[in-house]
């Protein structure tokens, strides 16, 4: 008997979770994803749409309302994780508010990240009117790499160009070749005016 009531309340607090994870995810109306490796952008949109558990499925293993609303206990790291973050994607959520007005929120989202996928939202992003994005960077766990692959994200990492920690990689080899290039000009220039026959 003992046995069975607590089956009982698992199942009831399962499903309660479930309602609950639901009722949220129907914040977010549609979601755009952009990021390298991508021949366009992918599209994906909730509220009784084709692929709307896609939608849900993203919302959540990417962390995107404890980013956005303040939870107790809060799961968002102020510093970012340890690790490589690989190549970024942007996630624009909207998410319909009061008088019929719709809000943009953007969550940037790294699932190849080293050890683990994370993502990001930044603080101070408005919506509802007055309300703020809590933001922070949250460890998403593999969950989040699948979800995206299964709405068509590469299976493995494209290489890092413009996004992720690339881009500070390729501003550092733009410097490098910008000065290689410099110090060939100056040298260019002295073997020139050693070769020029001196004035009279």
């Known amino acids: 008997m003992m046995r069975r009531l607590i089956s009982v309340s698992a199942a009831a607090a ?6 609950t994870s639901s009722a949220l995810a129907k914040g ?15 599209t994906l949109s909730g509220e009784g749409q084709p692929g ?7 919302v959540e293993a990417a962390g995107f309302y404890p980013g956005v609303f303040e939870r107790s206990p809060n799961p968002m790291l102020a510093d970012r994780p340890r690790g490589e973050l690989g190549p970024r994607y942007t996630i624009a959520y909207t998410m319909p ?29 408005h919506f509802f009117g007055t309300g703020e994005t809590v933001g922070g960077w949250f460890v998403a766990g593999m969950v989040l790499r699948d979800a995206l692959v299964a709405v ?18 390729g501003v550092i080899a733009g410097a490098a070749v910008a000065a290689c290039l410099a110090v060939l000009l100056v040298l260019a ?3 020139r005016r050693r070769s020029s026959p001196a004035p009279a």
Do not use: H
């Not at 699932?111 to 603080?123: G, I, K, M, R, S």
């Open 14 to 19: 399962l499903a309660a979770a479930l309602l």
């Open 52 to 58: 709307s558990l896609q939608l849900y499925t993203v």
């Open 97 to 125: 508010g009061p008088n019929n007005e719709s809000d943009v929120i953007l969550q940037d989202v790294y699932p190849y990240a080293q050890p683990e996928p994370v993502a990001y939202v930044e603080p101070g992003q």
């Open 189 to 191: 220039l002295l073997a």
């Open 28 to 42: 977010v109306t549609d979601a755009m994803i952009t990021g390298p490796g991508l021949d366009e952008t992918i």
């Open 152 to 169: 068509g994200l590469p299976e493995s990492a494209p290489p890092v160009g413009a996004d992720g920690d690339g881009a500070r990689w």
